[in-house]
Nanobody, 124 residues
Framework: QVQLVESGGGLVQAGGSLRLSCTTSARTFSSSVMGWFRQAPGKERDFVAAISKYGIMTYYADSVKGRFTISRDNTKNTVYLQMNSLKPEDTAVYYC?????????????????WGQGTQVTVSS
């Protein structure tokens, strides 16, 4: 059973930064695509960022480009999301997801495993 565990969420003021981490037990981590998604109250889950298996390619939602950075450490089975210049509209539960296929996608339905989520709250 593959498990993903997110950490690093919390309460921060607008303009501040947070770094989310997601560690997985998946033995296939280094050959898997990783993604971050978020879901605000009353809204659908949205794509935030994704990274290819070796970290060469990254993809971002337009709303976070230039502010968020996704990265991974395959020696630690961990993917990160560095979030800078946070805005109140970034408030959501953030989920990491793993796709066993090596093809990067922004569609949540194409990811195989999900973490339990971590709350990020940005105050104005």
């Amino acid at each position: 059973q593959v498990q993903l565990v997110e950490s690093g969420g919390g309460l921060v003021q607008a303009g501040g930064s947070l770094r989310l981490s997601c560690t997985t037990s998946a033995r296939t981590f280094s050959s898997s695509v990783m993604g971050w998604f978020r879901q605000a109250p009353g809204k659908e889950r949205d794509f935030v960022a994704a990274i290819s298996k070796y970290g060469i390619m990254t993809y971002y939602a337009d709303s976070v480009k230039g502010r968020f950075t996704i990265s991974r450490d395959n020696t630690k089975n961990t993917v990160y999301l560095q979030m800078n210049s946070l805005k109140p509209e970034d408030t959501a539960v953030y989920y990491c997801a793993l796709r066993q296929s090596g093809v990067v996608t922004t569609r949540g339905a194409e990811y195989d495993y999900w973490g339990q989520g971590t709350q990020v709250t940005v105050s104005s």
